[in-house]
Nanobody, 124 residues
Framework: QVQLVESGGGLVQAGGSLRVSCVASGRTFSSNVMGWFRQAPGKDREFVAGISRGGSTTLYADSVKGRFTISRDNAKNTVYLQMNSLKPEDTAVYYC?????????????????WGQGTQVTVSS
């Protein structure tokens, strides 16, 4: 069982930056692929970024590529999402997620554990 707790969300102006973090409980953090999803009001939950167990492989949605960076610190059981050049359309609840799969999936159904989410609001 893995418990995930996100933090770092907030309100930022367009063009600004924000970093959200996710701390995982348990000793199996390094055995899990980690991901970030987001969900805006009235929209489906969408993949944002994912990172392999060791951190050597990252995957991004086209909408955030070049602006967002996912990273992890296995010694701290923490995964980060650095968000730069934020746009109003990035406004959403951001969820941290984990799966023991080997590959980095993009479908939410392929992730096993979810955090409670953290709100990110980008004003224009």
């Amino acid at each position: 069982q893995v418990q995930l707790v996100e933090s770092g969300g907030g309100l930022v102006q367009a063009g600004g930056s924000l970093r959200v973090s996710c701390v995982a409980s348990g000793r199996t953090f390094s055995s899990n692929v980690m991901g970030w999803f987001r969900q805006a009001p009235g929209k489906d939950r969408e993949f944002v970024a994912g990172i392999s167990r060791g951190g050597s492989t990252t995957l991004y949605a086209d909408s955030v590529k070049g602006r967002f960076t996912i990273s992890r610190d296995n010694a701290k059981n923490t995964v980060y999402l650095q968000m730069n050049s934020l746009k109003p359309e990035d406004t959403a609840v951001y969820y941290c997620t984990a799966t023991p799969r080997i590959i980095v999936p993009k479908e939410p159904t392929q992730y096993d554990y979810w955090g409670q989410g953290t709100q990110v609001t980008v004003s224009s």
